[in-house]
């Protein structure tokens, strides 16, 4: 079964780093794509960005780009979303996702969510 | 940035209705048009993608159509589980932006 864990929500107060975690499991990591995408409480969805854990290959939305880094480590299948600075701005649900070997494949496969709150 | 228009935002059906939504991009995007159903709380789940092919294990009542900047999604007959909030997003060029959301709703 193809899966995809995320690491548990997060309390941070502004200003502060964050790195949070998507381990997958049940298939090739290597060969698929993984991206985030933003949710605020209550909106719709952003596309933030993504990875190919192959090579570390990493796409942004610019409206992303700088404020946030997409990373994975193959060696442990685990795919990230780091910030150097939060904001309160940043409060929201991050979900990852799994793309296909190809860019324009679809996101079939969702982590459950990671609920961030930054406190100003 | 491709900019992807959903509507309704919001549409009240009844069980057993035949459901439309709509999502028109700002450019051509082909066909690369996906489409998910999101429950409150939980994440979304992938129903269509290139626009008209059927995920795996999503029921027959939902289906995709359009090309190039109009796209439908339609639910043949809603049932109670379909009552959730929908989204399209183009896979055209990057950004790969999402539709603001369709709810539907009793």
């Known amino acids: 079964e193809v899966l995809l864990v995320q690491s548990g929500a997060e309390v941070r107060e502004s200003g502060e780093s964050l790195k949070i975690s998507c381990k997958a499991s049940g298939y090739d990591f290597t060969t698929y794509w993984i991206g985030w995408v933003r949710q605020v409480p209550g909106k719709g969805l952003e596309w933030m960005g993504i990875v190919y854990p192959g090579d570390s290959d990493t796409r942004y939305n610019p409206s992303f780009q700088g404020q946030v880094t997409i990373s994975a480590d193959k060696s442990i299948t685990t795919a990230y979303l780091q910030w150097n600075s939060l904001r309160a701005s940043d409060t929201a649900i991050y979900f990852c996702?799994?793309?296909?070997?190809?860019?324009?494949?679809?996101?079939?496969?969702w982590g459950q969510g990671t609920m961030v709150i930054v406190s100003s | 940035d491709i900019q992807m228009t959903q509507s309704p935002s919001t549409l009240s059906a009844s069980v057993g209705d035949r459901v439309t939504i709509t999502c028109r991009a700002s450019?051509?995007?082909?066909?690369?048009l996906a489409w998910y159903q999101q429950k409150p709380g939980k994440a979304p789940k992938l129903l269509i993608y290139k626009a008209s092919t059927l995920q795996s294990g999503v029921p027959s009542r939902f289906s995709g159509s359009g090309s190039g900047t109009e796209f439908t999604l339609t639910i043949s007959s809603l049932q109670p589980d379909d009552f959730a909030t929908y989204y399209c997003q183009h896979f055209n060029s990057y950004p790969w932006t999402f539709g603001q959301g369709t709810k539907v709703e009793i």
């Open positions: 450019q051509n995007v082909r066909s690369w």
């Open positions: 996702a799994r793309n296909g070997p190809i860019l324009a494949d679809p996101l079939d496969v």
